[in-house]
Nanobody, 117 residues
Framework: QVQLVESGGALVQAGGSLRLSCVASGDIFRVTTMGWYRQFPGKQREWVADIELGGRTEYADSVQGRFTISRDYAAETETVYLQMNSLRSEDTAVYYC?????????WGQGTQVTVSS
């Protein structure tokens, strides 16, 4: 099992920045891709960004150039970050971290990001 705990969500003004963190613990040895998703009220969760084990990253068009995903490794944990710059009101959502380990997927509980215009 892999446990994921997100943090860093907050209320921020448009144009501002936030950094989200997701700490992965447990059986993280075979975790490959880690990523961020977001969910708007009443809508399905949508993909934001991924980072592979080797560091390759991918971004949704809506965040390309504004958001940066990164990943740190420690002895018993991994942390994936999402640096969000030039935030817009349409970035307001609950942000979720996801980890993939083989065919298994694990999700965090989510962290709320609210951007005021």
């Amino acid at each position: 099992q892999v446990q994921l705990v997100e943090s860093g969500g907050a209320l921020v003004q448009a144009g501002g920045s936030l950094r989200l963190s997701c700490v992965a613990s447990g059986d993280i040895f075979r975790v490959t891709t880690m990523g961020w998703y977001r969910q708007f009220p009443g809508k399905q969760r949508e993909w934001v960004a991924d980072i592979e084990l080797g560091g390759r990253t991918e971004y949704a068009d809506s965040v390309q150039g504004r958001f940066t995903i990164s990943r740190d490794y420690a002895a018993e944990t991994e942390t994936v970050y999402l640096q969000m710059n030039s935030l817009r009101s349409e970035d307001t959502a609950v942000y979720y971290c996801k980890a993939r380990r083989g065919r298994e997927e694990y999700w965090g509980q989510g962290t709320q990001v609210t951007v005021s215009s």
